[in-house]
């Protein structure tokens, strides 16, 4: 399984953005799916997880109420929807794949490569 983010880029505060994780070598509707980030001498934070057939889903305390997981098992792809974003929401957002619907890192099989997200006036 190969995992490909992409949607990251440069976006003001209170902006918005979606990423895009999408899967190739393997369908992806056996797998849970993570997104995670990490800023700059931070520890790799889970954002937010979405379980295989999109039953369960997961958020980081610091993102509910403003970030939406999805998937569209018919495209191979999870997406994350994020909205009035802040300076702190800055990071290297990555994608990971289990068979959980967790925010562990620990517990991922694969990983994508990662997508900037800078969020800044």
């Known amino acids: 399984l190969q995992l490909v983010e992409s949607g990251g880029a440069l976006v003001q505060p209170g902006g918005s953005l979606r990423l895009s994780c999408a899967a190739s070598?393997?369908?992806?509707?056996?797998?849970?799916i993570t997104w995670f980030r990490q800023a700059p001498g931070k520890e790799r934070e889970g954002v937010s997880s979405?379980?295989?057939?999109?039953?369960?889903?997961n958020y980081a305390d610091s993102v509910r109420g403003r970030f939406t997981i999805s998937r569209d098992n018919t495209k191979n792809t999870v997406y994350l929807q994020m909205n009035d974003l802040k300076p702190e929401d800055t990071a290297v957002y990555s994608c990971?794949?289990?068979?959980?619907?967790?925010?562990?890192?620990?517990?991922?099989?694969?990983w994508g490569q990662g997508t900037q997200v800078t969020v800044s006036s």
């Open positions: 070598g393997e369908t992806l509707d056996s797998y849970g």
């Open positions: 979405i379980s295989s057939g999109g039953g369960t889903i």
């Open positions: 990971g794949a289990s068979m959980w619907a967790t925010l562990t890192p620990e517990l991922m099989n694969y």
